[in-house]
């Protein structure tokens, strides 16, 4: 999948969009880099042909909080959940634990769920590693994960047949 231009017929398998809801849970936390994450998600899904009112975006006061919030949005009727976030490294161990508990939170919520639960919280070392991955020259981590949900849902779709 590339940054530029996702298209829902770029996708291995087909996929229906019309009747999808899809959760974001955006933490608050280096909101200035999980907003823009949140716009290039959104902007995302509504290219593909999701209508805007099928997108639930929820606000978390940060990171830890992500799985819990997909988990809500999983029960409450979303086909996929996004989990986007930023954690940046500072000079304490709290950066691992917050990451460690974000990733296995999603993984597990994906699992419980049998729903597709993204990962899209960036782990940096730096503000501006950070925002290389919004939109910089590692892409948009955002955009990214939108397009992965919509993958992850037209192979679970093509599976079922």
């Not at 969009?17 to 959104?42: C, H, M, P, R, Y």
């Not at 691992?96 to 919520?109: E, M, N, P, S």
């Amino acid at each position: 999948m590339s940054d530029s231009g996702f298209s829902i017929s770029a996708l291995p398998y087909p996929l229906n969009i019309s009747k999808l809801k899809i959760g974001i849970a955006v933490a608050q936390w280096n909101g200035d880099i999980t907003s823009i994450l949140e716009e290039g998600a959104i902007q995302t899904l509504t290219e593909a042909g999701l209508a805007p009112e099928n997108i639930l975006v929820s606000k978390v006061p940060g990171t830890f909080e992500l799985p819990l919030a997909c988990q809500w949005l999983s029960e409450s009727g979303c086909d996929a959940t996004l989990a986007l976030g930023c954690v940046v490294r500072g000079e304490t161990p709290h950066f691992d634990y917050v990451c460690k508990a974000a990733t296995d939170g999603v993984l597990r919520v994906g699992l419980d769920q049998n729903k597709p639960c993204i990962f899209g919280v960036l782990t940096t070392d730096t503000h501006e590693q950070a925002m290389d991955r919004c939109g910089g020259k590692h892409g948009h981590k955002g955009k990214e994960a939108s397009e992965t949900a919509l993958w992850m849902l037209a192979l679970k779709n093509d599976l079922r047949k």
